[in-house]
């Protein structure tokens, strides 16, 4: 067992008392009710401080949360505002809302998204994922784009379950959507942090509107962290860990018609730092409670976040930028919209992979640690060319009764370039093997959906997508020149797949009062074809066949008592045929994909507002995921360190992996926050706390009582002074400082990567 300090379980009591419940709210204790997302979410707040309309746009128009019959959660601008002040990437979304986790092995630039347990472990930079990211109505397909930094967005939401009708495409789990504050909207503000680490956190925006028919907006970010773990085998303190990420979107519309509405958009991002950390031999054998370095250099005694033993050069690079331009073309009776986008990618990225310093076992090792090192592992993985294409043409009615429709196709392009090295030493840049990928990707899709609300209260909809998807894949090791293996070079080796598929959705809700709503849906969803082309250590392209899910939903979404309490619950299963799995390493180091027969899920999710008194907010999420691999016969190689296995070995070094939950699911995730906001001279103080809690996961395909981690729990606390202006305030982040394994590497020894340090600072914010 993971040992849990007792201020965490006293944290935990603490705001407990606080609130029971949690979801998009509070834009009233951080003083951002003048943001666009707080006017989104609180459009219609009763005067006496009840929960307002939120408004979504998650069936392609914007509509009430309530009267859609879909699992949909937002994410605030105020909780967004909280989690960036200690310096969080994308990840800090994780657990936010019902059913979603987010982790990463790279760090701040490839984050790993799962919805009810549906997602992708894979690590390579060409790694299919089943929930996709649609950021201001363009599809981000490869995990370099989708760490793209969250600010100045009007709302973020997730939409729970196959979105495959109306959105992109890979999209059988769901999708996390961001939309930005648009030319025209929202106040120009500004906001810097400063906490523990020299952590730094600025953001801002500004905009100019001349008139109804010309409106610029330009808003950046700037995160910052300094170096802050000590490698012990370097002279002086303070050598890893640190970054400076930069991000710029600016956005012009222009209205030359009453009824016609160009936008054009730009957007870039510069990211220099560190890989991610990787801790050797971070688990105790025999149980996963982490283990820090003693004095002698060994693993063993307690653990310090701050602290580590590595060898290798270590950096990661990262630039994307895109151009996109939309068009809106009111006819009357629809509007017809079209979106087209470009985006380019370069990465570099080399780290320390065995986790430590030196080695141990066999004529190449001088010695290391911490603990037992079989080998040294210097590898770097590079992105020197991603471009992706996207155009979407689209006609939707404007009508909001009676037949509504959507129709519409899209186009999609994608080429990618990988290149991976295997160095001779932990400081060398001599490689002793080259592997490299050359993907390109192309998809088409054709969609409709109609609805039709009875005035009975009745609303049914239902749409299809035809998908086309094909992929080509040359792979190649032209240099390999190790004492061992594999120990040769590999020709080019070409692999093609492709499919076609239908999917489509069904669903009703049914309104049994003006507060109270119930709803059903039943959707097909679907993930292309997958190819996996890694030959750093492998001789073959790996490939995987298309997944297709069956979803089964429904729910109840109601306003109570007086409009002072907002309750949304739904309950689904789902059936996944074939799904995509990756097995990750093992003793034969080899990262494969494989096709599961049957995945089989259940749970239900809820999340609640609540206003039972003026200045007084309350909200709170929990989901229940249980996830299942129904796959007779399917096994996949156990860890390369020494392990405990506790699932059957069915030959040697293999284990099944038929009745296993999905790596990376947790059973039970909560959320909940709680804010007061009291008047005192022309402004207000005001107290906001948030905390994120997730049971038990394992890392991996099979399980092993090393490469799991039985609970998370990271809070957050703010207290300020605002105005109608001006904004100060202290804050923390992970403040019971909860000391987590996040992930693992199943490779040479047993090698973790671990949580957020606990952050403390202050902040100052203007708003004009």
């Given at each position: ?189 500004a906001r810097i942090s400063w ?137 009357g009776p629809a509007t017809i ?29 001088p010695g290391g640690g911490p ?398």
């Amino acid at each position: 067992m993971r040992r849990t300090s007792q201020t965490s379980l006293i944290a935990l009591a603490t705001a407990s008392a606080f609130a029971l419940f949690a979801t998009p709210a509070f834009a009233q204790a951080t003083g951002d009710t003048d943001t666009p997302a707080a006017d989104a979410t609180q459009a219609a707040a009763e005067p006496t401080g009840g929960v307002g309309e939120i408004v979504v746009t998650a069936t392609r128009r914007s509509e009430n949360l309530q009267d859609i019959p879909l699992s949909v959660a937002t994410i605030g601008d105020e909780t967004l505002a909280a989690i960036n002040t200690g310096g969080a990437d994308i990840r800090g979304l994780s657990g936010r809302v019902p059913s979603l986790n987010i982790e990463s092995s790279y760090g701040r630039t490839f984050p790993r998204f799962y919805i009810r347990g549906l997602g992708n472990t894979d690590f390579d930079l060409n790694a299919s994922q089943p929930v996709s990211l649609v950021y201001d109505d363009v599809v981000l397909e490869n995990p370099i784009l989708k760490g793209f930094p969250a600010f100045d967005v009007d709302r973020i939401e997730v939409l729970r379950g196959p979105q495959g009708t109306l959105f992109g495409r890979n999209t059988p789990a769901g999708i996390v959507k961001f939309d930005s504050v648009k030319p025209g909207q929202g106040r120009n503000y500004a906001r810097i942090s400063w906490g523990s680490y020299n952590t730094i956190n600025a953001e801002g925006a500004v905009g100019y509107q001349s008139s109804d028919e010309f409106a610029v907006r330009l808003s950046g970010l700037w995160q910052h962290r300094s170096d802050w773990i000590d490698n012990l085998d370097e002279p002086g303190d303070n050598d890893l860990e640190g970054y400076n990420d930069r991000a710029l979107r600016g956005q012009i519309m222009w209205k030359p018609a009453e009824d016609l509405t160009l936008r054009l958009s730009g957007q870039y991002r510069n990211m220099d730092g560190n890989a991610r950390i990787f801790r050797a031999n971070l688990f105790a054998t025999g149980s996963n409670d982490l283990v820090g370095i003693d004095e002698n250099g060994d693993a063993g005694g307690k653990f310090h976040r701050d602290e580590v033993r590595a060898d290798g050069i270590n950096f990661q690079h990262l630039k994307t930028w895109n151009a996109a331009g939309t068009i809106e073309y009111d006819l009357g009776p629809a509007t017809i919209y079209s979106v087209t986008s470009y985006w380019n990618g370069e990465l570099t990225s080399r780290g320390d992979i065995d986790g430590g310093f030196g080695c141990n076992v066999g004529p190449f090792c001088p010695g290391g640690g911490p603990g037992t090192i079989p080998f040294s592992a210097h590898t770097q993985d590079n992105v020197p060319s991603l471009d992706q294409f996207t155009q979407e043409l689209r006609i939707a009615s404007n009508n909001s009764t009676g037949l509504g429709y959507q129709a519409g196709i899209f186009y999609f392009d994608e080429d990618l370039d990988i290149e991976s090295f295997d160095f001779t030493g932990p400081q060398s840049t001599t490689v002793w093997a080259i592997a490299t990928q050359r993907q390109e990707s192309k998809a088409l899709g054709i969609f409709g959906s109609v609805n039709y609300k009875f005035e009975n209260g009745l609303t049914v909809q239902a749409g299809a997508r035809y998908n086309h998807d094909k992929r080509k894949m040359v792979a190649a090791r032209p240099l390999d020149t190790r004492p061992f293996f594999p120990g040769f070079p590999v020709d080019p080796v070409e692999e093609k797949v492709s499919a076609s598929v239908l999917t489509w959705d069904l669903s009703a809700i049914y309104e049994l009062n003006q507060d109270v709503n119930v709803f059903a849906r039943v959707a097909k969803g679907y993930r292309a074809p997958s190819l996996q082309g890694r030959l750093l250590f492998g001789s073959e392209i790996s490939v995987a066949d298309p997944e297709k899910t069956m979803s089964y939903e429904a729910g109840l979404k109601s306003i109570l008592l007086d409009r002072l309490l907002r309750l949304n619950v739904t309950a689904y299963y789902f059936d996944t045929k074939d799904l995509q799995l990756t097995a990750v390493g093992g003793a034969s180091n080899f990262t494969t994909l494989l096709n599961a027969d049957h995945v089989k899920g259940h749970g239900v999710e809820a999340e609640l507002e609540a206003r039972p008194a003026t200045g007084l907010t309350l909200t709170a999420g929990v989901s229940y995921n249980y996830t299942k691999i129904d796959s007779p016969g399917l096994g996949v190689a156990i860890c390369g360190a020494p392990c405990t296995v506790t699932d059957p070995i069915i030959a040697p070094g293999i284990a099944s992996i038929d009745g296993n939950s999905l790596p990376q699911a947790p059973k039970w995730t909560l959320n909940w926050t709680a804010g007061y906001e009291h008047p005192v001279g022309p402004g207000s103080v005001y107290v906001f706390t948030d905390w994120y809690y997730r049971s038990k996961v394992d890392f991996f395909l099979y399980k092993s009582v090393e490469f799991s981690d039985d609970h998370l729990l990271e809070g957050g606390l703010r207290i300020g002074y605002k105005t109608d202006r001006y904004d100060i305030a202290a804050f923390a982040r992970n403040i019971n400082n909860d000391k987590s394994a996040v992930s693992g590497i199943d490779f040479n020894n047993l090698t973790g990567m671990v949580n957020e340090p606990r952050i403390f600072g202050i902040e100052a914010g203007i708003k004009f």
